[in-house]
C-alpha cells in the first residue's frame, strides 16, 4: 500500500483553490452546450482535468503549517539557491505546482530541482538533470518557512 504525499498549502492558496473548484463544478452543472459541440466538449474536458487536479490538491493538504525552521529544504520552506555554474540566485517555495502563492515562483518537490534539494541543508551542492540531460550543481543557501519569509522590495 502506497501513501499519497502530503502537500503544504498556505490558508490563502487553499482558499483560492477551493474558490476554483467551486467555480468550476458550477460552470459544469450549469453551462449547457452552446453551438459548438467540439469546443464546448474540449472546455468541459479541461475543467474536469482541472477539477481533479485540484481536488488531488485539497485532499493531500497540509494547510498552513509551516516546517519547523531548522533550515532543511522541505515543502513549505522559500529556498534560495546558486546555480554554480553561472552565480545566478534565485528564490523561491518548494511547494505544490498548480496553487497560486503571489509573486512567488514555486518547485514541486517532484521536479528536478526540487527532488534534488529536498532534504538539504544551508551550504551544501546538489545536482539536478536539466533537459539536456546534462547534471548540473547547486548550492542551497537559505531556507526558511513560508511564514517568515519576507519578499525583497
Known amino acids: ?27 459544469i452543472a450549469t453551462e449547457a452546450v452552446d453551438e459548438s459541440p467540439e469546443n464546448s466538449v474540449t472546455v468541459q474536458h479541461n475543467r474536469q482535468t482541472r477539477i481533479q487536479q485540484i481536488h488531488d490538491l485539497l485532499f493531500n493538504a497540509v494547510v498552513g503549517e509551516d516546517p519547523p525552521d531548522d533550515g532543511v529544504a522541505e515543502p513549505g520552506m522559500v529556498l534560495t539557491v546558486r546555480f554554480d555554474q553561472t552565480g545566478d540566485t534565485e528564490t523561491f517555495l518548494l511547494g505544490a505546482r498548480g496553487a497560486e502563492y503571489g509573486d512567488l515562483e514555486v518547485y514541486s518537490v517532484n521536479s528536478p530541482l526540487g527532488a534534488a534539494l529536498l532534504g538539504a541543508r544551508p551550504g551544501e551542492q546538489r545536482r539536478y538533470a536539466v533537459p539536456s540531460g546534462e547534471s548540473l550543481p547547486v548550492t542551497l543557501l537559505n531556507a526558511v518557512p513560508y511564514g517568515l519569509h519576507r519578499p525583497r522590495g
Do not use: F, G, S
Not at 498556505?10 to 482558499?15: V, Y
Open 1 to 27: 500500500m502506497t501513501t499519497a504525499q502530503r502537500i503544504w498549502l498556505t490558508p490563502q492558496a487553499h482558499d483560492r483553490l477551493r474558490d476554483e473548484l467551486t467555480t468550476l463544478r458550477t460552470l
